[in-house]
């Protein structure tokens, strides 16, 4: 079933609603999981009551990669084409899922009249840009199941919940809610700019959204909520990402900045550099759109869940509830 409207004349498509019983599909697009890992993941969600598939080559490596480029979209495309795969459930970032977009099955994958949820962020963010560009596919900007599901411990219970009610399933004796507040252990986000704003809401991991531009799977920022977030950058090097955005004209045509955890992004030498805050007071502020900042999605713990491709406001004046709220469920029942 397609759903509303998406961008560039594609029609959004959204997953159905999850429920126990389900078949979550455990993948690798870029970097190998950790075996140990997947076994305590694949167990965890077991236990749960889904059914969990675990690909015999999960844990293959090449180098930085999962196995070949080949080999890794055999994987993708098997899963993503299974009209049983009702979750993609992406265990691991690092590199390499670009290098799988022409690679995929894009005829067949229009084809699906119901998408599987894909959850993941980081290097996941080219697989959550394309597949929205392309197919309209609803997915998800969640944890990564190496580091939610295979840890040492299970993962709180309020992020547990709220990764579940946004997939449309909730935790036995769970309640329907889509931020669970307060924000855990992250300080509320704060306003870089104000005002209110609706749109649909795209982006993720910034280096990733900078290395499609120019690709036939380049974002497009036009009346979007547009989210970033990234781990490991000098505030310079945000800055060239983001002036390369705004040279291509992909943030002024915003209808607002949703910013999320900027983890290990400080300068070598602070004394010859811009704050992070003051890189990105010179490309937000003066937009004219809300910012909101400090939103707990990223390489963070205890990351929340965001749907990619719905529509949700921003309002920088309400309260905690209302910084972010969803217009339109990302799932459907089916």
């Known amino acids: 079933m397609s759903v ?8 959004l498509k959204k997953p159905r609603r999850l429920k126990p019983g389900d078949r979550i599909v455990l993948a690798s697009p870029s970097k190998a999981p950790e075996p140990a890992a997947v076994e305590k993941a694949a167990c965890r969600l077991r236990a749960l009551g889904y059914e969990v598939v675990v690909p015999d080559d999960l844990c293959l490596r090449r180098g930085y990669l ?26 691991a970032g690092g590199y390499g899922a670009m290098r799988l977009l022409p690679f995929l099955d894009w005829d067949r994958l229009a084809a699906r009249r119901i998408p599987p949820a894909i959850v993941g962020f980081s290097d996941i963010t080219a697989l959550h840009i394309a597949l929205n560009r392309r197919l309209g596919w609803v997915t998800y900007h969640g944890p990564m199941g190496m580091t939610m599901w295979g840890g040492d411990e299970p993962p709180a219970p309020a992020l547990a919940e709220q990764f579940w009610a946004s997939l449309g399933a909730l935790v036995p004796g769970g309640t329907s809610v889509f931020w669970p507040l307060p924000f855990m252990e992250h300080p509320v986000p704060v306003p870089l700019a104000p005002g209110v704003a609706e749109g649909r809401l795209c982006g993720g991991n910034l280096a990733l959204v900078t290395a499609l531009m120019g690709t036939p799977w380049e974002i497009d920022t036009r009346g979007t909520i547009l989210f970033l977030e990234d781990v490991g950058e000098e ?22 900045i949703l910013l999320g955890g900027w983890t290990h992004c400080h300068a070598e030498t602070p004394n010859a550099s811009l704050r992070l805050e003051e890189v990105f007071e010179d490309y937000f502020v003066g937009l004219g759109i809300p910012v909101l900042s400090g939103w707990p999605s990223g390489h963070l713990p205890n990351q929340l869940t965001l749907p990619l491709g719905v529509r949700v406001r921003i309002d920088t004046g309400a309260g905690p509830e209302g910084l972010l709220s969803l217009l339109e469920t990302p799932w459907q029942e089916a």
């Open 4 to 11: 509303g409207g998406g961008v560039g004349g594609v029609v």
């Open 235 to 256: 505030p310079y090097r945000v800055d060239r990402m983001l002036c390369e955005l705004a040279l291509a004209g992909k943030l002024e045509v915003c209808a607002g």
């Open 66 to 91: 999962a196995g070949s480029d080949r080999a890794r979209a055999e994987r993708l495309n098997g899963a993503l084409l299974d009209e049983e795969t009702a979750c993609l459930l992406c265990m």
